[in-house]
């Protein structure tokens, strides 16, 4: 037997950050036994389905370079076949066309609450033997489900789970207007696509009593499920918007990599020793779904810029380079020049928690006047002793021919001399003139990717500014 997996998202909005942790599980199981893993967008709830949610779903998924087997499936599209399942099954004298109006159902309601039983559906249209006056009548195919007994499945990741079908009511196959629903489509679905196994969210175990007696009924083999604990927030409380981005493309924008996101959701419910950092060759040989704990996996934001930051560390710089150019233009930097931004790289690669934080900290390079300056550090720093140092280093740099390391290094100790001064006493006014701020990489660094026509040009603007604001100031 093939194995066979399927991630079966609903396109009601953006890819949930716990959908693709579902997905991710499809993907790695399915390598992991060599099998196959399909997507089922699950689209038969025409009010809520949009285009754009399933065009976030493939981009959710593609920037996850989770790529499934296959084409898509779209579950619409199959509608004549769940459909003629249904028929089938009352054909096979397993469902029955329920007639019973809205105020019937709720009459029977509330004689079941009366009676202090659990409000269900009594099953009376299945006994039903006189169709005079009714017959024209809308009406609802019901499944017969089993009066007796219990639904009992060993799932892969919750264990045994059992459920009595007297708990179940007659479930609804195809409602009035026509349409098959959620229950039956996915039963069907998963049948003709082959499905061995389901790995889904364990806000569908309640489903799984449901579809287990429809296999049973249709005489087809019944799936293996896992279902996966949900994803909590810090407090407790199932994932949402409250805590924070909940959407997979939002991890993007937010500077993260995908293999840190992929990273950090396998260890979340998944475990192999003590080992926290994997690559995706890694977890694809490792991962079995019957190693996934029971509880739920609570979300934890710094842990994944940790992950987030080794992976940044450990990425080629040209992809890096790559990503960066998307998250400076995010920051209003049109065209950056390619270049520069491969120069730029090596610089933060080795602190950078995120490519946010990279994009914001180079943005410096990128930009014609970086004012306006800290005004603060200027006031700490920028000792009118110091500014005749800064004068002289100018020319000291402008008379380089040629702009390398051992060269810029005599400038500054020449400098520093002159004026009896440590680089300590020196450093931050010049980084402040480079980059506007007290804080980056180191100033020989940094002024061997501006160049000297750049380098020159800030810090005599800089010098310029610091006269004049002592000046102001005193
Ligand atoms: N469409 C369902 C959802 O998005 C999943 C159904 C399933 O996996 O069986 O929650």
Same mark, same amino acid.
């Given at each position: 037997?093939?194995?066979?997996?399927?991630?079966?998202?609903?396109?009601?909005?953006?890819?949930?950050?716990?959908?693709?942790?579902?997905?991710?599980?499809?993907?790695?199981?399915?390598?992991?036994?060599?099998?196959?893993?399909?997507?089922?967008?699950?689209?038969?709830?025409?009010?809520?389905?949009?285009?754009?949610? #399933?065009?976030?779903?493939?981009?959710?998924?593609?920037?996850?370079?989770?790529?499934?087997?296959?084409?898509?499936?779209?579950?619409?599209?199959?509608?004549?076949?769940?459909?003629?399942?249904?028929?089938?099954?009352?054909?096979?004298?397993?469902?029955?066309?329920?007639?019973?109006?809205?105020?019937?159902?709720?009459?029977?309601?509330?004689?079941?609450?009366?009676?202090?039983?659990?409000?269900?559906?009594?099953?009376?249209?299945?006994?039903?033997?006189?169709?005079?006056?009714?017959?024209?009548?809308?009406?609802?195919?019901?499944?017969?489900?089993?009066?007796?007994?219990?639904?009992?499945?060993?799932?892969?990741?919750?264990?045994?789970?059992?459920?009595?079908?007297?708990?179940?009511?007659?479930?609804?196959?195809?409602?009035?207007?026509?349409?098959?629903?959620?229950?039956?489509?996915?039963?069907?679905?998963?049948?003709?696509?082959?499905?061995?196994?389901?790995?889904?969210?364990?806000?569908?175990?309640?489903?799984?009593?449901?579809?287990?007696?429809?296999?049973?009924?249709?005489?087809?083999?019944?799936?293996?499920?896992?279902?996966?604990?949900?994803?909590?927030?810090?407090?407790?409380?199932?994932?949402?918007?409250?805590?924070?981005?909940?959407?997979?493309?939002?991890?993007?924008?937010?500077?993260?990599?995908?293999?840190?996101?992929?990273?950090?959701?396998?260890?979340?419910?998944?475990?192999?020793?003590?080992?926290?950092?994997?690559?995706?060759?890694?977890?694809?040989?490792?991962?079995?779904?019957?190693?996934?704990?029971?509880?739920?996996?609570?979300?934890?934001?710094?842990?994944?810029?940790?992950?987030?930051?080794?992976?940044?560390?450990?990425?080629?710089?040209?992809?890096?380079?790559? #990503?960066?150019?998307?998250?400076?233009?995010?920051?209003?930097?049109?065209?950056?020049?390619?270049?520069?931004?491969?120069? #730029?790289?090596?610089?933060?690669?080795?602190?950078?928690?995120?490519?946010?934080?990279?994009?914001?900290?180079?943005?410096?390079?990128?930009?014609?006047?970086?004012?306006?300056?800290?005004?603060?550090?200027?006031?700490?720093?920028?000792?009118?002793?110091?500014?005749?140092?800064?004068?002289?280093?100018?020319?000291?740099?402008?008379?380089?021919?040629?702009?390398?390391?051992?060269?810029?290094?005599?400038?500054?100790?020449?400098?520093?001399?002159?004026?009896?001064?440590?680089?300590?006493?020196?450093?931050?006014?010049?980084?402040?003139?480079?980059?506007?701020?007290?804080?980056?990489?180191?100033?020989?660094?940094?002024?061997?990717?501006?160049?000297?026509?750049?380098?020159?040009?800030?810090?005599?603007?800089?010098?310029?500014?610091?006269?004049?604001?002592?000046?102001?100031?005193?």
């Amino acid at each position: 037997m093939t194995f066979r997996t399927r991630f079966a998202p609903s396109p009601t909005g953006f890819l949930h950050i716990g959908g693709a942790r579902t997905a991710l599980f499809c993907h790695l199981y399915a390598r992991h036994l060599g099998g196959e893993w399909l997507l089922r967008i699950e689209d038969t709830d025409q009010e809520r389905s949009t285009p754009e949610a #399933v065009a976030a779903i493939f981009a959710g998924l593609n920037w996850l370079g989770l790529h499934p087997d296959g084409e898509p499936v779209f579950q619409s599209k199959n509608q004549a076949r769940h459909l003629a399942a249904a028929h089938q099954l009352l054909a096979m004298g397993k469902a029955y066309r329920c007639y019973c109006t809205r105020e019937e159902l709720e009459s029977m309601r509330s004689e079941q609450r009366e009676k202090k039983e659990k409000p269900r559906y009594d099953g009376r249209c299945a006994r039903r033997v006189d169709f005079s006056g009714i017959a024209d009548r809308p009406y609802v195919i019901r499944f017969k489900t089993p009066p007796e007994g219990k639904t009992t499945w060993e799932d892969l990741i919750q264990g045994s789970i059992s459920f009595a079908n007297t708990e179940l009511d007659d479930l609804i196959l195809v409602r009035s207007d026509g349409l098959p629903t959620y229950n039956l489509a996915v039963v069907v679905d998963d049948h003709d696509m082959g499905i061995t196994h389901v790995i889904r969210g364990e806000d569908h175990i309640s489903n799984t009593p449901r579809q287990i007696p429809l296999f049973q009924a249709l005489g087809w083999s019944v799936p293996l499920y896992a279902h996966m604990p949900l994803l909590h927030g810090a407090d407790g409380a199932k994932l949402s918007k409250r805590h924070g981005a909940v959407s997979v493309l939002n991890y993007r924008e937010n500077g993260f990599l995908p293999e840190a996101v992929n990273n950090y959701l396998v260890r979340l419910g998944w475990s192999h020793g003590e080992q926290e950092i994997f690559t995706m060759a890694e977890m694809e040989s490792l991962f079995d779904i019957r190693d996934v704990g029971r509880s739920a996996a609570i979300f934890n934001q710094s842990k994944l810029e940790w992950l987030n930051g080794h992976h940044i560390r450990s990425s080629r710089q040209d992809r890096l380079a790559v #990503v960066l150019v998307d998250h400076l233009r995010l920051i209003g930097i049109e065209n950056p020049d390619l270049t520069l931004v491969a120069a #730029v790289v090596p610089l933060f690669q080795e602190r950078a928690k995120t490519m946010v934080e990279m994009a914001e900290k180079a943005r410096f390079f990128f930009v014609e006047d970086v004012r306006p300056y800290d005004m603060k550090a200027i006031e700490k720093y920028c000792k009118p002793d110091l500014l005749p140092a800064l004068a002289h280093l100018i020319t000291e740099l402008a008379t380089l021919t040629e702009w390398q390391d051992s060269f810029l290094q005599a400038a500054f100790d020449r400098t520093l001399q002159a004026h009896d001064l440590k680089m300590g006493q020196l450093a931050q006014p010049v980084r402040i003139a480079l980059t506007g701020t007290p804080v980056s990489p180191g100033i020989h660094e940094v002024v061997l990717v501006l160049g000297q026509q750049k380098s020159l040009h800030r810090l005599q603007a800089g010098l310029a500014f610091f006269q004049e604001s002592i000046h102001g100031v005193s």
